[in-house]
């Protein structure tokens, strides 16, 4: 089974570019967000026509995530417990067969020192009592999308540039760091614990793209039960290359069964 992780940074933009990848990597389940739109409002019949069950969760002009599947999924919830921000459509969860699933668009927070960054820790807080909460289901679980933490100085081109941004405060990066350390795995760094430039967001300023300049903030976090059917993890980079593309890449694992 491959999951994909994918910002499309607005669905409604990038209809053409989703098609198309969804046509050239053919994954079972895809998890989607900054959809940019309220439901009725979007292309989701393109969508299903490609051959995929998708459970929306939308909202006007932000936000919004969604999964795609090959096989039926089943809705287990939309927003986190407690949601700090539950205006905003920021996280959706569902079945298929055994797998749990959910695709997360956490909160930027920028600037710090603003309540827009206190309210990025407090919906981490909310994921992570969440998230040990699924762990306790001993099912496999696999957390995927755009949390918008670097996690580490090498998941950067440039400490210096990134030091001011709510991405890589020391903040954001403990409140990752407690969630994984409830017993998640790192997908993209267990199959490539040594690989340089593991980016998988390229600005569209500053020439970011065409230098290489990016950085790692899009993730899947495996339970124990999904981390041991995990076969490998990677970034389909050839996508933010393509004509009018999102300023992510889509993320991909593949797992046993």
Request: glycine content about 8%; proline content about 6%; overall charge negative.
């Amino acid at each position: 089974m491959q999951i994909v992780s994918f910002n499309i940074n607005g669905l409604r933009a990038r209809l053409p570019r989703l098609v198309e990848y969804l046509d050239k990597e053919k994954p079972d389940v895809v998890c989607l967000q900054e959809l940019k739109g309220e439901v009725d409002g979007l292309p989701t019949g393109d969508v299903e026509k490609a051959g995929y069950h998708a459970l929306w969760h939308g909202q006007k002009g932000f936000n919004g995530v969604a999964i795609l599947s090959k096989d039926e999924a089943k809705l287990r919830r939309t927003g986190v417990p407690g949601d700090p921000l539950p205006e905003q459509s920021r996280y959706i969860e569902a079945e298929i067969g055994d797998l749990i699933v959910a695709s997360i668009y956490l909160p930027n927070g920028n600037p710090i020192g603003t309540e827009k960054f206190d309210k990025k820790i407090e919906w981490m807080e909310r994921l992570a009592d969440h998230a040990e909460s699924l762990l306790k289901e001993e099912r496999p679980v696999v957390l995927a999308g755009d949390y918008n933490v670097i996690p580490e100085d090498r998941d950067t081109y440039s400490v210096k540039a990134m030091a001011a941004d709510a991405l890589m405060q020391p903040e954001s990066r403990a409140a990752l760091r407690r969630i994984v350390h409830q017993g998640w795995t790192d997908a993209l760094r267990a199959a490539l614990p040594d690989e340089e430039k593991l980016w998988t967001f390229w600005d569209y300023q500053r020439g970011a793209w065409p230098q290489n300049h990016g950085f790692r903030i899009d993730h899947f976090l495996c339970s124990p039960q999904a981390a041991d059917r995990l076969q490998g993890a990677g970034v389909h980079k050839w996508a933010r290359g393509e004509e009018k593309a999102s300023d992510h890449a889509p993320v991909w694992m593949r797992m046993e069964g």
